[in-house]
């Protein structure tokens, strides 16, 4: 189990330190907590223990039961430390070699990786001193996670606001997983549906959620890659630490794509784009009439075939969803795209499919097939970089 040391100081912001640290626990992490003097009066020790299910540690002096040097003990144990939410006062102290309580000396006593996410007054994060600190702890290593913009506790609206606890982790979750099999990696994915507009009214999509694509996505940036997200019409959101390019039709898809392919060491397309798209778009919603209406459909540009014509060095990755003869038209599509594996999932299968959170499927390449079993969509995902990984070495 790995293990987490959370600092927390006397910002308003400490109550979601709580939360965090629940989250945490929840998902297997063993976190320690160190709290300031201020925060102690914002809020209490024993929320923390009972949160974590271990000691909540406030005085540098304080007698332990068995004797060890807490600091110490503390420092060596921790994989990754996390300092949140960061006041000018302990971002100053840390920058200028001050060690006078129990999470300073801790820190400084540290190797493992240090993350500051500060929260203060906008004025406060902005003036020189504290810019200049912030620079000084990047100079030595630190970690500064961008404070978020909204209205302060103060009542200012500003930048220095500690971001939610789910963009915590994610930074957390990226520092500690086992795997960094994708450091240095530049992957590309896509997600979710594209919409083909009518009228100002109308357009023809499907019912891809982009929840695949945005696990692999997240999965990708936890293993250590820098991910592009090129996302067309979701109902879930984006990993955090991705950088993400909105599309809305299948053509702006395959520019944004385009565009991006030689920069790429690894694309995965997940997104369900359109195949046909309208002729012309009327300018003016469409009345209703008496009869049929007729809507002229063109093809639209095929992604996947452009991105294996003009494949140099990149790993390819191509979906294929289908209602009957999975592998048929699977390998088909490996074939004819020059894809390098094609994931493939039907909808007649339990647990796969659109909008779920579990997914069942088959990675096809040009060795053979591999079955998997019913999956979180997380979990997926990683099977999924496993096999791309396993087959870029």
Known sequence: MKTLLLGVTGSIAAYKSATLAHSLKKNGINVNVIMTENATKIITPLTFEHLTSNKCVTDTFERAASYDVKHISLA???????????????????????ADDMLTTTVMASKAPVYIAPAMNTAMYESPANQRNLKILESYGYHIIEPAEGLLACGDVGKGKMPEPSVLEEY??????????????????????????IDPVRYITNRSSGKMGCEIARAALRRGASVTLVAAHMETEP????????????????????????????VIKAAAVADYTPTSTADNKIKKKEGDLSIPLKRTEDILSYLGKNKKKQFLCGFSMETENLEENSL????????????????????????????????????????????SKYDVANTILDKISEMMR
């Open 76 to 98: 060596q144990s921790a994989d990754c430390i996390l300092i949140a939410p960061a006041t000018a006062n302990i971002i100053g102290k840390l920058a200028n070699g001050i």
């Open 172 to 197: 957390i979750y990226r520092e500690l997983n086992d795997k960094k099999d994708l450091i240095g990696k530049r992957i590309l994915v896509s997600a979710g549906a594209t919409c083909e507009d």
């Open 239 to 266: 990993p955090i630490l991705a950088e993400v390019v909105r599309v809305r039709s299948a053509s702006e898809m395959f520019e944004e794509i385009k565009s991006r392919y030689e920069n790429t060491d690894i």
């Open 332 to 375: 088909k599509k490996l074939k004819s795209k020059n894809a390098d594996m094609i994931v493939a999932n039907s909808l007649r299968t339990p647990g796969a499919g659109f909008a779920t959170d579990t997914n069942v499927v088959t990675l096809i390449t040009k060795q053979g097939l591999e079955q998997k079993d019913i999956m």
